[in-house]
């Protein structure tokens, strides 16, 4: 027969008499003790199970039968708490879109996502023509948008990943739909122009323009 130490010291720690703790060690670790029932224990420590002695023994154990049950209670997610997070609470599943800020204006791709470069430059060229942005480009010889005088913002802004993450959805909807249709291509919104439009009582609707770039 083998007295665990560990065990035995645990038991003496919290305060069990050193014969007691010897006795209940010998063969058992905490859990074989914790799964004895009144009548072993008390046979085993040959007491009466009216003593004062045994009712202090039986407190130790089962107080530690508690706290173990408390601790794998804290760690652990019940059905009903599963419930409120995915039903009551939406915002623990759902990432914060920057959009919905009331501070935030509102914020929209120039043109459709999936386009063809032509397409993209007639369709800026139309919504950037007050500025007059077309210029020659010295090495082709032909017309270009000379965006990078706008403003920019980063690809990696709330803003343009939610408007990235929008545009995807819809074109992978598409994809499912038609399996000819073209997917957009990897870093497609770089380069693209966004349109903020801000409305305040005081001067109405204002629109200014920001480039979308990968980096400063």
Do not use: C
């Not at 008390?42 to 039968?65: P, R, Y």
């Not at 914020?107 to 430059?121: D, H, P, R, S, W």
């Not at 803003?159 to 992978?172: G, M, P, R, W």
């Amino acid at each position: 027969m083998v007295v665990k130490s560990a065990t035995k010291k645990r038991l003496m720690e919290l305060g069990v008499s050193e014969e007691f703790a010897h006795k209940l060690a010998t063969d058992r670790n905490m859990t074989d003790i914790k799964s004895l029932s009144h009548d072993e224990i008390a046979s085993i420590l040959g007491i009466s199970k009216d003593s004062e002695s045994f009712t202090n023994v039986m407190s130790v154990i089962a107080e530690q039968g508690s706290r173990r049950r408390a601790q794998k209670k804290s760690k652990k997610i019940t059905i009903r708490s599963r419930a409120i997070d995915e039903f009551d609470r939406p915002e623990i599943t759902l990432r914060f879109n920057a959009l919905n800020h009331e501070l935030v204006p509102h914020q929209e791709l120039v043109g459709e996502a999936n386009i063809t470069e032509e397409e993209q430059y007639e369709i800026e060229k139309a919504e950037l023509d007050p500025w007059k942005m077309v210029e020659t480009d010295d090495e082709t010889g032909e017309n270009r948008i000379a965006k990078e005088l706008l403003p920019k913002i980063l690809i990696t802004d709330p803003v343009v990943q939610v408007l990235k993450e929008q545009a995807e959805s819809i074109d992978n909807a598409k994809l499912a739909a038609d399996p000819e249709h073209k997917p957009l291509a990897a870093g497609w919104i770089a380069d693209r122009v966004v349109k903020v439009i801000r409305r305040s009582p005081s001067a109405g609707k204002t629109m200014a323009y920001r480039l979308i770039v990968e980096g400063n």
